[in-house]
DNA sequence: ATTAGCACTCGAATACAAAGAGTGCTAACA
DNA sequence: TGTTAGCACTCTTTGTATTCGAGTGCTAAT
């Protein structure tokens, strides 16, 4: 049995179909909705023969047929054709992207948002892994007479600061004479570098009083650095779900809301992902609890350099086309954004793999 | 008709029934379960007579009976008694609030998520409003040619930072000179003083450059000190809304979902609420939204001035007593945490009105 | 004043028939 | 030989009684 271009013609009307209503598809239906040139019966030959083939299934012998996840990973692969964005969703995102941003993450959260908006679905962000970001400053502040700030500025511009209490004496020069010891030795090291604790610092005043608030400060600066390189993982539209047929019983809610509410185990599904636009549906998923969900992620870069990701996430029946051409919108205006954001000196240099 | 006291038990072990089963009550069940010392038509009497006073309705005629607001309303005032906690209710408590505590904000968090686990309902805690916060120090930082770091830090060690870009030539010391100015002129002074406007910074070095950049700076600086004014919300056990049966009803469930999304909307309704624990039923929500939710909110305090709201929110079906009792040991060990952190040296000063 | 008894009500569950959408097969047709 | 009309068959959905049960409200007896 040969995949002619009849079937395929009837195929693709099949789930263009489906993934527009929602409901099985007959050859009745079909045949009116669709110019195929074909009579039901010769519609309902075809439809067996796909059946045989896996791409279609049946719920019930009455019933219309349903694309099989078989059926959506040719339509991505061969099928799918590149959607131009209309212009009021180009102005949307770029509104969202470009105006008043003064921020990493809060364009970050624009992105998600403005996906989730127009796909409908459950979007994500995630802020760039800064593993190898590198370190520019250091500093800690006084506030009291036990409790410091520490702030950490990476080359990007990026900040992490973090309030603490110590049990030792200080004073204003102290810290200062530390914050630039620190930033003397981290300076230009990545964050993972620095997070291995192989760098000492040392002093040149050999006072016993540095090295014993540098000791009592150590642990608060390891765990800011960890936080610093810690992904953030910016969700939206979670309200969709109530609109989406799939998901109107409770308890499929229920499932798909507790799936991507254990945040920090969806972060590292997200993180393991390969790097360009990746489409996972049901089954491909390896992880049994998305096994009737479609994951689409796509990387978002800074200076040619792979920093971040966003996608979506849905039933497996999705508008695979126009969500596959936003989000490439969308990832190319992010990494536009941040070529403006990220330091305009292209600091072109030794990139450690 | 006298509410007398036979007529206040039975009103009570229906509330206690209803609250548990979200079943209406019938005269029969309830005189099998509860001990009353009266028949089921007895009950029955009382029941008609409470309805009469609006203290039940009845779904249809041959239903059981449901507390009305009213009910609701007379219990929380009279006949709510105070619950001791669990132990390990303490234990968590005590372990999400006190253990690992470096930063106010991820404390207020921590209380939001244990909040919401012991009640199983939607949770919230909003992070102090900083309107009476006084500034302890300003500093900008450069990044490189064209990006600044702002970073402000409030009495209580409370840090804001903001990475912003500026179109005009400055250098380390400017920097500096200009971080000590204004600190010199805003220490002291609350942030909503600072956002007047009011305050001007002069220079002893009236160099024209000098102007120049803490124009460039204003914005941003006002925008950021914005920022520290504007109250976190944090929301926890979403969830959970999965598992009460009012909202096993999809749509009911988007309603109420739809209700704290709006999430500045919701802010906004809280920063309204008096101080103290406050309990709003039902329609005694001036919102015609909030119509059918029970709205519980308490403030914390530190330093005995109140600055910080949390509570929880769901169907007005809610166990009021168990609840509060959790919400009122939760905001008196937050309290006490904020005690901690927040800078031991009773600064006793001049609080401004 | 309390309670047993009973008729009555109304929603929920059950059963069953009819309708409707769709398939699969067969035979006729171009 | 590929295509199509026709028809029996399947299975869900919808509508309609019917029954069941929990509960009320009233009355009369205690």
Chains 1, 2 share one sequence.
Not at 117 to 132: S, V
Request: proline share 3%; hydrophobic share 35%; glycine share 6%.
């Amino acid at each position: 049995m040969d995949l002619n271009e009849r079937k395929l013609k009837i195929l693709q009307a099949i789930i263009r179909d489906y993934v527009q209503t929602a409901e099985p598809v007959g050859s009745r239906t079909l045949s009116k909705k669709y110019d195929l040139g074909v009579s039901p019966a010769t519609i309902r030959n075809e439809m067996s023969d796909l059946e045989d083939m896996g791409f279609l299934t049946h719920p019930h012998t009455s019933a219309g047929r349903v694309p099989s996840e078989k059926a959506y990973r040719l339509y991505v692969n061969e099928m799918m054709t590149k959607r131009d964005l209309s212009q009021d969703q180009k102005d949307r995102i770029a509104h969202e992207l470009y105006d008043n941003v003064t921020e990493l993450n809060q364009t970050i959260e624009h992105a998600a948002n403005v996906l989730s908006e127009i796909t409908n679905l459950m979007a994500f962000a995630m802020t760039p892994n800064e593993e190898h970001e590198t370190i520019k400053f250091i500093q800690f502040l006084p506030v009291d007479e036990n409790t410091i700030v520490l702030m950490i500025v990476s080359e990007d511009g990026k900040v992490q600061n973090n309030a603490f209490r110590v049990n030792c004496d200080y004073d204003d020069d102290m810290l200062k004479i530390l914050s630039k010891s620190m930033t003397y030795d981290y300076k230009g090291k990545t964050i993972s570098e620095a997070l291995t604790g192989d760098i000492i610092t040392t002093f040149n005043t050999d006072i016993e009083a540095m090295q014993n608030i540098q000791r009592n400060v150590m642990p608060s600066f390891m765990r800011t650095l960890e936080k610093m390189l810690d992904a953030h993982l910016y969700m939206d539209g979670l309200m969709n779900i109530f609109n989406i047929p799939e998901y109107s019983d409770i308890d499929r809610a229920k499932m798909f809301m507790e799936l991507i509410n254990k945040k920090d185990d969806f972060k590292k599904k997200l993180i393991e992902r390969d790097d360009g636009l990746i489409i996972t549906i049901g089954t491909e998923n390896q992880d049994e609890d998305m096994k009737d969900v479609s994951l689409i992620t796509a990387t978002y870069k800074v200076d040619g350099r792979t920093v971040g990701k966003l996608g979506v996430i849905g039933p497996t029946r999705m508008r695979y086309d126009n969500i596959t051409s936003v989000i490439d919108y969308i990832t190319d205006n992010l990494s536009s954004t941040f070529k403006m954001i990220g330091g305009d000196g292209p600091d072109d240099g030794d990139e450690d793999g």
